[in-house]
């Protein structure tokens, strides 16, 4: 049962991501403080803060079922270095196909600098709102794995989500690794907001 501390951080949350949405549109005058105080009060309540995405490929295998998986990821504030850290499984737009979405492990962000295992290369530092992505299964080439080993960085607004929960098989299932201070913020939305069996049905008939 969740506690009604939980609740109040679960509504503060939700208020903050809400107002989020919004705050851009009402500050360049696109929308008037009523429809911004409607769009927040419409997003509170009908809205969440994860949404479930269907994936394909073998790249994340293990952590995501391949050739087929099913995700919860909660959506991000914003994808800057306070809100998403080394170690997380992130969604983000495709750097070759904009259209798309793919998810991969975010392994360097800004100020990291990157060293390649071909001396013919030269090593590098990741300018301001770049990150480094990469693919989970080891059993995959570099040129297979299509994350920044082949399209190099990517820019961290590329960034819409973080992936929390896993659903690979319908009995093999549960938390995503991220970082830990990710583990501990997203915690919280994962106890209110998980339906393994909206998952499960789901993931069947992705299948």
């Known amino acids: 049962m969740v506690s009604l501390s939980s609740w109040a951080r679960y509504i503060s949350l939700k208020l903050e991501y809400s107002a989020s949405l919004i705050e851009k549109r009402f500050e360049r005058g696109q929308v008037t403080s009523g429809e911004a105080i409607d769009a927040i009060l419409k997003n509170f309540f009908l809205g969440k803060l994860t949404y479930l ?37 992130v969604v983000l737009r495709d750097p070759m196909k904009s259209y798309k979405y793919i998810v991969r492990r975010l392994a360097a962000i800004e100020g990291c600098a990157m060293c390649s295992k071909d001396e013919k290369e030269e090593p ?84």
């Open 53 to 89: 995405y269907w994936t394909r490929g073998e790249e994340m295998a293990p952590t995501i079922g391949a050739p087929r998986g099913t995700v919860l990821v909660r959506k991000l504030l914003a994808a800057d270095p306070k809100h998403v850290f080394t170690g997380d499984v």
């Open 124 to 207: 590098f530092v990741l300018e301001k709102n770049q990150c480094w992505v990469l693919s989970d299964n080891e059993n995959l080439k570099p040129e297979e794995a299509r994350d920044s080993r082949n399209f190099g960085p990517v820019p961290m607004t590329n960034i819409v989500g973080r992936v929390i929960y896993s659903m690979r098989t319908a009995v093999d299932h549960g938390p995503v690794q991220n970082s830990s201070s990710s583990v501990r913020e997203d915690l919280l939305v994962l106890e209110i907001e998980l339906d393994v069996e909206e998952m499960r049905r789901t993931h069947h008939f992705q299948v």
